[in-house]
């Protein structure tokens, strides 16, 4: 997928990742870059994000970012941090820009010291070049394939974005990195005004188990270098975009057979919709039916009930992949019907909650007894 | 377990349960019973939980329990209510009381009409004796065994508990019933007042999936036969019953196979340390880890980081099995008799917040392929 106007991107093996594969990316920008920041709100969180908080914080445009995957830099104290900006220098260093110009970005193991020496023999065989690919497949860990979405906006801007997952996907941003790129002509105020409102509706909708990483983060860049754009059409680009990579993240979970999609519909905010919708597809009980093939819509009930979405359970109504199965009370339908039309690889959830105007959706993946396998044997 | 004086409880086999197994308990007062009340804040809440919550509400005393397990009786509709209120007056028709001087407690599961007709045919049945045996086993669900507590004051006055868990057990009551007698000389106000707390440091302290249940209730009761006791000595009695209650449920949460106790210290407030210890014990990834006897005290400092509890990084403690494994950064250990230590069936983890004077304690089990399997395959 050829990136907007304005970036390039490369990657190579630093050896970080036990596996052999490459593990270190860089995003170059041809000129400074606009960007717009949200991160973990974990207060383990690691230094990268610190850095990444205090650089958004000064105001700066960037040239670099630099990601490295197989190791978090997380847990790993004081010498962490050191470790960070010392990651940022070399590849400023690399790329003739000022540190205050590079965005790092871990993701790996936690408390394991960052092997920066190997990241610093790596960073000269990077030949960025136009394609995302190399830049997407680098940051992957426990992720099974490249995630990677794009929009085409009037006039011929683009938006192509670039994510990982895998485990520990949540809301407020779980192991789980997104990287947005736009080549449209943004003002950087409203950059920053408008990401965070399409991160709340797609990055932090997605659920695999629960906990939130002290690494993650989402991030847009613009380079500006093509045409003006209307504000609203821009923003439904990258939100389109956003819900592509969200979706990808949540349906490659760790030992995802299934992508949940929750929608939780009139309700009386938008807090309450979301929350809602996150609690269906964050349910083990709901993630565990699913997985079964099990028509339990009672599991969805009692997961929108204790969110703290406001509701009555006597005028609610629930349908799983279009079968109404409760409203107001239990409706009769054809359970085995009903599971073989659950036996698919994308299973929708509607909750209508009949008590406002608000809307939202959430996404997860089933829950296997292949996740606990691979969670009990792999020390993150 | 012979039951405080003024206490008489009886069981048998009303049918619901598909096993075969007694799932009809009555717990009798031989004189009206003062009561305190904490259940599920789940909005989709079973009637039970409404109706207890009123009666709670119009301050009158209790003279009989009546518990069916197999049928939750909750997203039942209009019926289900009705069904609740008969369940009431046919327990108060066997044994003569009034219809408001009836606690309904119902577990199984959800969107199942009640057969009351079964409960009507099978109350006769019910001898009351002195013993909690044949309530504690009629209440179970997928539990694999009994759970009953039991403490002794000063003067001979005594404090019995039973409870109920397995899945779906989380902060806020989830399917969960916990119903402790005493026959200590208590104030009723003493009792209303006092046990939140109770509820709060024990069995909202316990996490079996993150699910939280539409039918769960916490429910003292005194008969005030046996003599005074002294507040503080009445509270602690209490408490260590409770507790035990707590931590026999956690043990016993489907697919476990090892209790996991989080003990928080030196946090800036009491909620800190209870959101910081069940943030531990409520990991999914922390969970997996001990599963798999990983010493991953990442995941740990992680689960912390995430659960609003104030701390800095890199001041804070973490050991476990009484191995210190981070202080502030990585400690170096030996994995392999870490690994060792954690193979048993309790594995206590400490964390040190150094961050202000208090304390709170947590419990989970592990969370193995087995409750993966079982809750797809089973219809709540």
New interface residues.
């Given amino acids: 997928m050829k990136l907007p106007e304005g970036f390039l991107a490369g990657a190579t093996r630093a050896g970080i990742k036990p596996s052999g594969n490459p593990d270190l990316a860089v995003l170059l920008g041809q000129v400074p870059l606009d960007w717009a920041f949200v991160a973990?709100?974990?207060?383990?969180?690691a230094p990268c994000v610190l850095r990444g908080r205090q650089l958004f914080a000064a105001g700066g445009r960037l040239r670099v970012l630099v990601v490295n995957a197989g190791n978090a830099n997380?847990?790993?104290?004081?010498?962490g941090v050191a470790d960070d900006l010392r990651m940022a220098e070399l590849a400023a260093e690399r790329f003739g820009v000022a540190p205050e110009e590079v965005l790092t970005a871990s993701t790996g193991?936690?408390?394991?010291p960052l092997p920066v020496e190997k990241i610093a023999a790596a960073l000269p065989l990077i030949q960025p070049g136009p394609l995302a690919e190399p830049f997407a497949e680098a940051i992957l860990t426990t992720d099974t394939r490249v995630k990677m979405a794009e929009a085409t906006l009037p006039g011929g801007a683009r938006v192509v974005g670039v994510a990982k997952g895998a485990?520990?996907i949540h809301p407020?941003m779980a192991t789980m990195f997104a990287f947005l790129f736009t080549d449209a002509v943004v003002p950087a105020e409203e950059l920053r005004r408008g990401w965070p409102g399409v991160v709340a509706r797609t990055f932090n909708q997605i659920s695999v188990?629960?906990?939130?990483?002290?690494n993650d983060m989402a991030a847009i860049f613009a380079s500006g270098l093509k045409g003006r754009v209307g504000l609203e059409v821009f923003w439904e680009a990258v939100y389109a975009v956003a819900r592509d990579l969200a979706r990808e993240i949540a349906a490659d979970g760790e030992g995802a057979t299934k992508l949940i999609e929750a929608r939780v519909i009139h309700a009386a905010s938008e807090e309450d919709a979301r929350r809602a919708a996150r609690a269906i597809v964050?349910?083990?009980?709901v993630k565990?039916?699913l997985?079964?093939n099990?028509p339990?819509?009672?599991?969805v009930?009692?997961?929108?009930?204790?969110s703290g979405?406001?509701?009555d359970?006597?005028r609610?109504r629930i349908e799983i992949e279009d079968i109404p199965m409760?409203d107001?009370?239990?409706l009769p339908f054809d359970r085995e019907a009903a599971r073989r039309a659950l036996d698919k690889l994308e299973v929708r959830i509607l909750v209508d909650l009949r008590t406002g105007e608000f809307e939202a959706e959430a996404w997860g993946p089933d829950?296997?007894?292949e996740?606990?396998?691979f969670?009990?044997?792999y020390?993150?």
Avoid: Q
């Avoid at 997380?74 to 010498?79: L, S, V």
């Avoid at 188990?209 to 002290?214: A, K």
């Fill in positions: 973990t709100k974990n207060r383990a969180a997380a847990g790993t104290g004081e010498r193991v936690i408390g394991v485990g520990m407020n188990d629960g906990d939130t990483s002290t964050a349910s083990l009980l565990t039916a997985h079964g099990d339990n819509w009672g599991r009930l009692a997961a929108v009930g204790y979405a406001a509701f359970p006597l609610v409760y107001g009370a239990p829950l296997s007894p996740y606990v396998r969670n009990a044997e020390t993150t």
